[in-house]
């Protein structure tokens, strides 16, 4: 039965309650060979349309993904497609899960803007070559669902926590709870320079999480603060210009984010993580950064 959770008089679990989840060992990037600012549907793409600096850019994938390898994750990589500038953010496609069989499922997402909309077949035949159970939401019931973007896992636990207002619907969240037997604490967005969960929220442990509070509701705040023991709050220069956010922490402990993050920094090392700055400055001209330029597999 579906359970989304949009307040705290709502929430009647807590962390040791929940199922425990398997740590993914395999991450999808998508090669850079097309990304491009060719179209603008958030803020931070504007003014950067053609001005992204193609080499860089591939450096800087390059270096993102190689610190995976390092970190003891298997890469996969998919090849990008031409007239899919943003196909390299590989977190907005899909939802992947795993049953407590170990049964691997994937939601495909119905994306928000047109111009990404044809990304989402190139990456099903990725999971259909994986042995992944297939589910398209029925378009016309769900209009607006943008993956892993919105739609995170909480650290090795059968919770999701899943954003809404921009590139999803809430109503989605019914329907992924009940596929996926999951229960799912919805999260609404109110700043549109953070138009994405992952751009607001990053979890980096069972315990902790690193968000952006102004992106969120008063409502969101307090499911945040009443699941996670330890939040680290981002400053607005870091959150909103450095996408320090949008860090990703696939292990629990070692810490991808954009460089220059360093009050971020500072305070994720007092906690006990192990900080790997790289640059996604060509990214951030599009507006993402490390979370969204991968998907973690099972
Ligand atoms: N230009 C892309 C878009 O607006 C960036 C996506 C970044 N992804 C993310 N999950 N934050 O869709």
Known sequence: MAKVITSLSQLDFSLVDLESMPVPGKVMVVTPGHFDVEYIINPHMKGNIGDVDKEAAFREWAVIKETYRKLGLYVHEVEGAEGYPD?????????????????????????????????????QKVYEDSSY???????????????????IWHHKKRLIWGGYGYRSSMDVYSHISDTFKTPVIALELVNEKFYHLDTCLCILNEETALIYPKAFSEEGLNLIR???PVVIEADKYEAEELFACNATCPDGENVLIQEGCNKVNSALEEVGFIIHEVSTAEYLKSGGSVFCMKMLLW
């Open 226 to 228: 009443a699941m996670f």
């Open 133 to 151: 159970d297939v589910v398209h939401l029925d378009e016309s019931k769900f209009t607006d669902f943008e993956g892993m973007g919105d739609a």
């Open 87 to 123: 196909m390299v953010f590989c977190a907005n496609q899909s939802l992947p899960n795993i049953t407590s069989d170990g049964v691997k499922q994937v939601v495909m997402s119905v994306m928000h803007a047109p111009e990404r909309k044809g990304e989402v077949p190139f990456i």
